[in-house]
């Protein structure tokens, strides 16, 4: 299958509980089904496209509703990403590459090493991966603190990334939905923006005034439109302009 483009489609979305699905590298798996569930939603559509192609289309996926609304197309860029290098090793890992494809070799050269492991009931996996990277000589002075909640139920969401924009400075929010980040010197401004994601909800961005730091914030997040099952592809319509992303 070497399309330029093509449309994704879900035709039975499974209606099974994702959240109590435990987590691998590469996504979700579904005990029901008995079956490793890849999770597409934040990835480009070359990293997609070279997915499917290596899977044969054969795979249930998990997509936003918007993906799965418009056409994916790929670039001229022939270079693979290590986010996607570290994703074939997780599919590799997983049994779902054959270990004569071409891209598993590749995986090899690449030298990335993933387990799948899957996340006990609290979670640790994924809180350590979302654990707070602080700068060495850095004043610790700039504090921000708060606490995210789900819209609409004002639950507080545990384990969700707290991202200093455009840097690598990240926490994670504890069992009550509350966070702690600490914002080096290089960094401060007039205003510091705050990126809030995790899988299963819309990334939030929010902008903090500088003189508001020492506020405690509350920032709601909404859920992602999310549609997860056995995935089919199809040649887009003739004469029909691809959407962009």
Known sequence: MKNHSFILKIEKPCSENVSAMPRHDVGLYCSHCEKNV????????DEVIRIVEKLDGKVCG??????LERIFVATQNKKVSPRLNTIL????ALGMLESQDSSAKE???TQVVLQHNFLDENNVAEQKMFEQIKPADDSTKNIIR???VENGTNSPVRFISVTIKNSTISTTTDTAGNFKIHVPDNLMSDT???????????????KIAKS?????????VAQEQMIMGDMIYTPPPKNKTPKKK
């Open 38 to 45: 890849i999770d597409f939603s934040k990835l480009s559509d």
């Open 192 to 206: 510091i923006t705050l990126q809030v994601y995790s899988i299963g909800y819309e990334m939030k961005e929010t």
């Open 89 to 92: 090793a997780g599919l590799f």
């Open 107 to 109: 995986v090899a050269k």
């Open 146 to 148: 708060g606490k995210v």
């Open 212 to 220: 508001k730091l020492s506020d405690k914030l509350t920032i709601g």
């Open 62 to 67: 998990r997509l936003t509703k918007k993906q």
